[in-house]
């Protein structure tokens, strides 16, 4: 803790540019921090338009920065102000380093950019070691495959930062699913700081008011899920296909469409959806941990948050894991598969209705993931709480307990 306080700080950097999946796991973390540690503040940097769609617990706030998306070609763009990208950029820093600055954490966590988007963290990360913060790198359980994640951090130059800049590296996943470095060349001082947490566990909130339900949860449903939507319109049409060409299905399906689908093709699903007694259809819900504890079964894409759903409320689940631009979803996924967590269905492009009827009949016979034992699985934010205890004041916290490190 800084000299002089009683109260702890956090600051988190939430990597956005498209999507849900850093903001939902950063929220996750923070919210769980703030539980164990009551007199603990975390502040969340994030670019996400609809950041303000979710509910945040007492103590937890955020600081929105200028939206940025990546396009297909590999360039950044504005999302909303119609200015040079690199004047967004600049901006984006200058609010990033300023807030750091004022807010002065103990730790600052960066999730899974070791220096931001194009670099926009690096000016803050050298403001902060001589300070005393704890710098924590926060990564996911899989990056990418090697030969596509070994170039793109060599042209950005990041192993300087993980040497001489960050304290730990937390992988939040085990080793025997996943390294999430594996193929890069780092000095073994790096790989020693890389400490796996295990996955982070979801459960549904039991604070604020009760979120409000489709009337199709009702009864038993299967839940269809693509997380933010923008790349799950294979996923949709696919299942929707399923619904039309099988009439007879075991459940009922809720398709959770993202919000960051095409317009054009929600309006497409939602029409498809409207004539099938069995299919209902919504844009977003910011509830999903309650969608996924009412459900029978799950079918998703195969995302970090979603797969932590399916493991800690124990949810039978049909992953069909995307394939472009990143093989993450599908290394997740596959070895997820051989351990018998999860059932897997390969996307061959043609997208047989009949195919994934037969994996939606099947769905109801898979065993759950609980009874697979793996040591270690969800024990992701009991290991972070840990893990920040002995940066935090003393007086109310648990002894740091010894982590296991794999290098």
């Known amino acids: 803790m800084m000299p002089g306080r009683k109260d702890g700080r956090i600051l988190i950097y939430s990597h956005d540019t498209f999507g849900l999946g850093h903001l939902r796991r950063c929220r996750t973390i923070a919210h769980a921090l703030v539980d164990r540690f009551k007199h603990l503040s975390v502040l969340i940097l994030s670019g996400s338009p609809i950041i303000g769609s979710f509910d945040f617990r ?10 940025v998306i990546k396009l297909r070609n590999g360039e950044y763009t504005p999302l909303n102000l119609h200015i040079d990208v690199e004047q967004t950029l600049s901006i984006r820093g200058s609010i990033i380093r300023h807030t750091a600055e004022m807010f002065e954490p103990d730790i600052f966590i960066v999730d899974k950019e070791p220096m931001g988007l194009r670099g926009e963290v690096l000016e803050t990360l050298e403001m902060l070691k001589p300070r005393g913060t704890r710098l924590v790198l ?3 359980d899989v990056m990418d495959e090697p030969r596509l994640l070994v170039p793109e951090w060599e042209r950005k130059n990041v192993l300087p930062a993980l040497r001489d800049l960050y304290d730990e590296i937390w992988v939040y996943g085990l080793p025997q699913i996943c390294d999430p470095l594996e193929g890069i060349a ?4 790096v790989r020693q700081k890389m400490i796996y947490t295990g996955y982070l566990p979801r459960e549904v ?27 799950g ?3 949709i049409d696919w299942v929707l296909k399923a619904y039309e060409h099988d009439r007879l299905l075991p459940y009922p399906a809720l398709l959770v469409l993202g919000p960051f689908m095409q317009p054009e093709r929600q309006t497409e699903f939602m029409d498809r ?21 009412r459900a029978a079964g799950v079918v998703a894409m195969g995302g970090y948050n979603t797969f932590c759903e399916v493991l800690s409320l124990n949810k039978r689940a049909l992953i069909v894991p995307r394939t472009e631009p990143r093989l993450e ?17 390969v996307d ?3 997208r047989d209705p009949a195919a994934m009827a037969a994996a939606l009949r099947a769905l109801p016979r898979q065993n759950l993931p609980a009874d697979v034992v793996v040591p270690g699985l969800l024990e992701g934010l009991k290991n972070v709480n840990r893990l920040v205890a002995p940066w935090l004041e003393t007086a109310e916290i648990e002894p740091a307990q010894e982590q296991t490190r794999f290098a």
């Open 58 to 67: 007492s103590r937890v706030d955020f600081v929105r920065v200028p939206g």
């Open 138 to 140: 926060g990564l996911r």
């Open 186 to 189: 780092l000095p073994l001082s």
């Open 205 to 231: 909130s039991t604070y604020g008011a009760p979120p409000r339900m489709p009337e199709i949860t009702k009864r038993p449903y299967l839940l269809v899920t693509t997380g933010g939507g923008g790349d």
């Open 233 to 235: 319109e294979a996923l």
């Open 273 to 293: 959806a409207s004539r099938l007694k069995r299919v209902d259809a919504i844009t977003f819900h910011s509830h999903l941990e309650a969608l996924v504890a």
């Open 329 to 345: 979803q599908f290394i997740r996924i596959s070895r997820a598969s051989a351990l018998g967590l999860v059932s897997m269905l």
């Open 348 to 350: 061959d492009g043609r």
